[in-house]
């Protein structure tokens, strides 16, 4: 059975068509169950005693996560998402110093979260597309180095992929902690680059349940995951269900899959390409899933979201400028395939997009 089809037999049937994944991808049945039944077991046996019974599946779940992110040593901790990651190294970061380099199109919450750890933020030299330019990047960090690089290689705004390797090679040379947002990354992108964290979300392109995520921290950063008095109580149900969905990916292949993520993306863009009025962002071949168009004049994204799922049943996201308020200039569509997308069903959104009315 090919990738797409197998993917597409492990989950329920989609209502209409799904073209969400950055925002949220659909869950297996296996990972679905494991919620579940965790769920009912805290209610036949106790909250606090089957959570016990889950520790190895959770153990798992974490060394599935340090696996694919390149961190056999690292700590993993399950967060409640990745801004709850970042808030989490970001409120305990070690230093008098608290500079922060990172992308112009840097996601908007993140940097709402560095403000408010009063971190003062130097943005890194990029092209006109948004790529970071490495050598005018290498020269800047090493004059004049910050207390770290956060690094977010494919953002929620645009399916532009950064140099992330390259970028660890040059953070690694001058001492400077590399930081990884890789909420959209991880799935997509190979991320298992040598940085000191990476952060990332359960529900986007892993597909597992919302309101979970994980963070993996270098032995020299550990103790800033340990849990404080601050820390809340935990949905294990929703760990579960996310250590099954690690456990799926690795054993679909991550290679594979983001193949099949960069092949959906290319032909996506593609046939988007040919809709008139509207304009592709990305380099038709940037080898991400994720395709963001800007509309015609006049034309409201937040309202054709809601029209082609009124009318058609079709789910993407309207992405507003204050997802990378630093880049972003007008609101874009963004389109998220996963790996079980065809392009028939890519031809299907761009013939209800061509006919979409002025402001949906
Ligand atoms: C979704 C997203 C986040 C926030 O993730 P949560 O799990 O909702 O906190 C952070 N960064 C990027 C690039 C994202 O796309």
Redesign the pocket.
């Known amino acids: 059975m090919s990738l797409a089809d197998s993917w597409r037999a492990a989950r329920p049937p989609v209502a209409g068509l799904h073209l969400d994944s950055?925002a949220c991808s659909r869950q297996s049945y296996a990972a679905l169950d494991a919620a579940a039944r965790h769920a009912r077991h805290e209610a036949e046996v106790g909250g606090y005693v089957v959570a016990e019974a889950a520790a190895p599946v959770l153990d798992a779940g974490r060394a599935a996560f340090a696996a694919l992110t390149g961190m056999a040593d690292a700590d993993v901790v399950f967060t409640t998402?990745?801004?709850?990651a970042l808030d989490l190294l970001l409120s305990r970061w070690p230093g008098a110093q608290r500079t922060i380099a990172c992308l112009p199109g840097e996601?908007g919450?993140?940097l709402a979260v560095m403000a408010a750890h009063g971190f003062s933020r130097r943005l890194l030299p990029v092209d006109d597309t948004g790529r970071l330019v490495l050598d005018e990047t290498a020269t800047a960090l090493a004059t004049d180095p910050p207390s770290l690089v956060h690094l977010?290689p494919?953002?929620?705004h645009r399916g532009l992929v950064q140099p992330l390797a390259q970028m660890a090679d040059i953070c690694r040379g001058l001492g400077v902690p590399l930081v990884v947002?890789a909420?959209?990354a991880l799935g997509q992108i190979d991320c298992a680059v040598g940085a000191e964290a990476v952060y990332s979300?359960s529900r986007?392109w892993l597909a597992g349940p919302r309101g979970v995520?994980a963070l993996a921290l270098r032995p020299a950063l550990a103790e800033l995951s340990e849990p404080g008095p601050e820390a809340g109580d935990i949905n294990v149900a929703a760990q579960l269900g996310f250590s099954v969905a690690l456990g799926e990916h690795l054993a679909a292949g991550p290679v594979a899959v983001r193949a099949a993520l960069a092949g959906v993306g290319a032909r996506s863009r593609r046939v988007l390409a040919q809709l008139p009025g509207w304009r592709v962002v990305e380099p038709l071949d940037e080898p991400s899933a994720i395709t963001t168009l800007v509309p015609p004049p006049g034309t409201d994204p937040v309202a054709v979201r809601a029209w082609l799922i009124t009318e058609h049943g079709i789910v993407t996201t309207a992405a507003g400028v204050e997802r990378a308020p630093l880049e972003l200039i007008v609101p874009v569509l963004r389109i998220s395939p996963h790996v079980d997308t065809t392009e028939d069903d890519v031809q299907v959104l761009a013939t209800a997009l061509a006919a979409a009315p002025d402001g949906g």
């Open positions: 950055a998402g990745s801004r709850n996601y919450p993140n977010t494919v953002g929620s947002d909420a959209q979300s986007k995520g």
